[in-house]
């Protein structure tokens, strides 16, 4: 089973800011990468798919990349309701696993 | 508008069975693979199970295979879950969620507000 591994766990910036968050994977996965964003309370919702491509309605300063075991998921410019947890999944293989998030906090 | 309606969900006893219905509404119900993923209260996400279009073609994650099944009932639009030989590990909010392009194994893109199932004595 691919393991997906997140760091940082948690991340702490202010508005404005860009956020980085990172997510590796045990072996290839090709761009078979999405990201995930849930807010508290909420259901997730689907930001990123095949790496880099944005999901419907989803804001520009939202931006994937990365392929094989490294990816990234940029905010170029935070915005307070960008507070959430953040999850990578990949779909590369059965099971379709979940990293274990990122949360990010607005100071 | 894509919806998607999951019910079923509540308080069981270790050892015992419940199902989870989700109806689907505002797409081709049929065209697009299904996914059950869950969340035990404040952890992370798990995917739990996926079917495929036409049901024919069913995955899941291990620790659920033997205990759960999914299916679905495309002439009424509803996803289901049957869990059998519940354990207390098995307690969380439940997500019906829905392909992004139709395909097994795909992201996915819309998701329900969750069922709760609790295992307790």
């Known amino acids: 089973e691919i393991v997906l591994t997140q760091s940082p766990a948690t991340l702490s910036l202010s508005p404005g800011e860009r956020a980085t968050l990172s997510c590796r994977a045990s072996?290839?996965?090709?761009?078979?990468l999405a990201w995930y964003q849930q807010k508290p309370g909420q259901a997730p919702r689907l930001l990123i798919y095949?790496?880099?491509k944005r999901a419907t309605g989803i804001p520009a300063r939202f931006s994937g990349s990365g392929s094989g075991t490294d990816f990234t998921l940029t905010i170029s410019s935070l915005e307070p309701e960008d507070l959430a947890v953040y999850y990578c999944q990949q779909r590369s293989d059965w099971p379709p696993v979940f990293g274990q998030g990122t949360k990010l906090e607005i100071k | 508008e894509v919806q998607l309606l999951e019910s079923g969900g509540g308080l069981v006893q270790p050892g015992g069975s419940l199902r989870l219905s989700c109806a689907a509404s505002?797409?081709?119900?049929?065209?697009?693979?299904m996914n059950w993923v869950r969340q035990a209260p404040g952890k992370g996400l798990q995917w739990v199970s996926a079917?495929?279009?036409?049901?024919?073609?069913?995955y899941y994650a291990d620790s659920m295979k033997g205990r759960f099944t999914i299916s679905r009932d495309n002439s009424k639009n509803t996803l289901y879950l049957q869990m059998n030989s519940l354990r207390v590990d098995d307690t969380a909010v439940y997500y019906c969620?829905?392909?992004?392009?139709?395909?097994?194994?795909?992201?996915?893109?819309?998701w329900g507000q969750g069922t709760l199932v609790t295992v307790s004595s």
């Open positions: 072996q290839s996965v090709s761009a078979y």
């Open positions: 079917i495929g279009g036409s049901g024919g073609s069913t």
């Open positions: 505002g797409f081709t119900f049929s065209s697009y693979a």
């Open positions: 969620a829905k392909s992004l392009r139709g395909g097994d194994g795909d992201s996915v893109d819309y």
């Open positions: 095949d790496a880099f």
